[in-house]
């Protein structure tokens, strides 16, 4: 069958060179689509309608930054695919989405590309979907490496399990996205991550570990101060709460805040750089989203520090010693301060988003954090 080339967007949808009110930005969509297709076929469609883009615009292409690869079930697809579309400005360059049918027998492709803005601010984001069998997930490295662009980095992404698939692509994928919360248990999560950092060589975006990132950066920010650091190294106590379906993120902050301080296992127990105990608790509670809900340090010196979920950011709490406890000063009562940490959470939209930028930078401490919790997961 031969492919069926459109300028026409799907229904409800704004045709080329309608501008959209809201943001005066001009879209195009062109689309292309055939069914019983190989992938030469795919790659020759993506370079016509670049050519014809090329023209149309009279003017150079927008450089690209990044493919994404994910396998997706079929019956599946549309959640992904709406995912996807929240991450606004940080979607890739070229997204390849693949559906897995368990009873298909051959290929089938759409290949769109969406133009916005006009001049120096026009993007274009390409989406490939292709319809697959299971049968294909053991080749498909075959299948995608004429519609990856190479001279960017690939990522590929896959929600469903499909370890077949991700075998395949080794060779095509420089990073892998995972979510470590959707493992049989937190154990499992952490091996099947670490297997393939170690032995596999790639470097691996969880999305665990960046719902963190905030907690992560406002405690590492409270601690900053030179006056502050005795109490970072004298860690007495750590709680964390978590949403019930992520455990995984709390024991990766953990890791991190023990990665960082040295902490270290003996038997069942938990001691920092000086051999001091470290007590560690994680409590669930069901805040409603993904992530963490609230972190308490408290220190040997009297000292502690406290962040929860507020409207609007990040509720504070930070209670200081006054002077030298072992000195003159000992005793006195100690001053608390409480505060919101504005700057709302984008939930989901926002660390997908995270993720998708995250593979252009180098490792941010996942690695470290990652191997520290596995070992305080085996000694508590």
């Not at 590492?220 to 750590?238: F, K, T």
């Not at 992520?246 to 938990?270: D, H, I, P, Q, Y």
């Amino acid at each position: 069958m031969s492919g069926d080339h459109t300028d026409r967007p799907p229904a409800g949808e704004p045709g080329p060179g309608a501008v959209l009110d809201t943001d005066a930005l001009i879209v195009e969509h062109t689309v292309w689509q055939q069914d019983d297709v190989d992938p030469a076929a795919v790659e020759q469609a993506m370079r016509a309608l670049e050519r014809e883009r090329f023209q149309r615009r009279s003017g150079g292409l927008q450089a690209r930054a990044l493919n994404l690869v994910a396998i997706v079930d079929a019956d599946y697809a549309g959640e992904i695919a709406r995912r996807l579309e929240g991450i606004g400005r940080n979607a890739p360059s070229r997204t390849i989405l693949i559906r897995v049918h368990p009873k298909r027998k051959g290929l089938s492709a759409r290949v769109t590309v969406a133009t916005q803005g006009d001049g120096a601010a026009e993007a274009a984001n390409e989406l490939v979907m292709l319809d697959v069998a299971e049968r294909h997930l053991t080749r498909l490295e075959s299948i995608i490496d004429p519609m990856v662009m190479t001279d960017v980095p690939t990522l590929v992404w896959a929600p469903h399990g499909h370890g077949a698939a991700l075998e395949s692509l080794g060779e095509i994928a420089q990073t892998v996205m995972l979510d470590t919360t959707d493992a049989a248990d937190i154990a499992t999560g952490f091996d099947e991550a670490a297997g393939l950092i170690d032995p596999r060589g790639l470097q691996v975006v969880d999305l665990a570990w960046l719902r963190a990132t905030p907690w992560r950066l406002r405690l590492a920010a409270h601690y900053e101060p030179a006056h502050r650091r005795a109490g970072l190294w004298s860690i007495r106590d750590v709680h964390v709460q978590h949403h019930p379906g992520s455990e995984a993120a709390a024991w990766l902050f953990l890791g991190w805040l023990g990665n960082r301080l040295n902490w270290r296992c003996e038997g069942f127990r938990v001691l920092d750089a000086a051999g001091h105990d470290v007590g560690l608790r994680l409590t669930p509670v069901d805040v409603g989203v993904q992530g963490l809900a609230g972190t308490a340090v408290s220190s040997r010196d009297g000292s502690a520090f406290a962040l929860g979920r507020n409207p609007g950011g990040l509720r504070a709490r930070r209670l200081d010693v006054q002077g030298d406890q072992s000195g003159p000063g000992a005793g006195e009562p100690a001053v608390e301060r409480q505060w919101t940490v504005l700057g709302a959470s984008r939930g989901e939209a926002g660390v997908l988003g995270r993720a998708l930028r995250r593979t252009l930078v180098p490792d941010d401490g996942y690695v470290g954090a990652l191997d520290t919790a596995r070992r305080l997961l085996s000694c508590t």
